[in-house]
């Protein structure tokens, strides 16, 4: 019971560690705490912080270009596991290149005299956008738009041999062309990886990965899921996470109500194809981001055909 205490408070910790760290918007604002060099670049604002990490969106004096940096700081044992995930990011984002992925360029590192590690930074794409999460879609045809963008880029990520394992609305960035980036790549994992500890976000975590199993392409399809059933019914999935059921629960795949039930603007085509995704059981989701992408394109254009009838018809 001890231990599950423990995992729930860690789950819960990474999850603000990685939320906090995605905010997109520059606070330029005056603040005494910033920096103003980090590992030679020049600091010009705070885009976020979070528990041992923060970010910043910083200019290289030399090459002159604007890009941002992760720092964290060693202050306890614990922080070690950030710069665990800085590597990760920093191996995912510099293997797979996708538009609709942020990229990672360098890793630096100040160490002691004794080669231990105090801080590091992680050279990142600079994004314009705002995340999902503080600003959702705006209607059903931007909405099954963006999730095909998000699509297409995990999609890029799965056959660069990689699993996303946190996909969730606030690592979902848009900006005002509706162009789409996936970010944090941090808890990122080679597919059939079997994790350490529990790691994702409770809203939209897996089974598998509340039960520490192989983490699948079917993992991301569930986390896929349950961002978008987030963002056509305005409230998060209910997981096994957040609510104890047993594993591969009937019950529990049975009980839950599905976006058509709570907004009955959403075409029941795309309510299916929704609830098919977040099945406990990874066999019974749809087998790919390729899949997924086939099926919200069709479903993209009986929407728009529909919304121009009705426009014709006014």
Known sequence: MRAERRSVRMVRREAVMSTAASVPSVDATSDPKRPTKLFGFDVSGRIGSGAGSAIYSVTDPIMGRHVALKHVVIKTSKHHRLIEQLRTEMQCGSMVMHSGLRKSIDLKFRRNLLFQILEAGLVLELVEGIPLERRPPGGLIETVGVFIQVAQALEALHKAGWIHCDLKPNNILKDDAGRVKVIDLGQAARIGTVKVRIQGTPDYMAPEQLMRNPVTVQTDVFNFGATMYWALCGRPLPTLYNIGKAKNSL?????????????????????????????????KRPQDMTELVRHLEVIEYVVKKKAAGQEKGQ
């Open 251 to 283: 019950l529990f795949d049975r009980m839950m109500t599905t976006p058509y039930e709570v907004n009955p603007a959403v075409p029941e085509q795309l309510s299916n194809l929704v609830m098919e995704c977040v099945r406990t059981k990874p066999s």
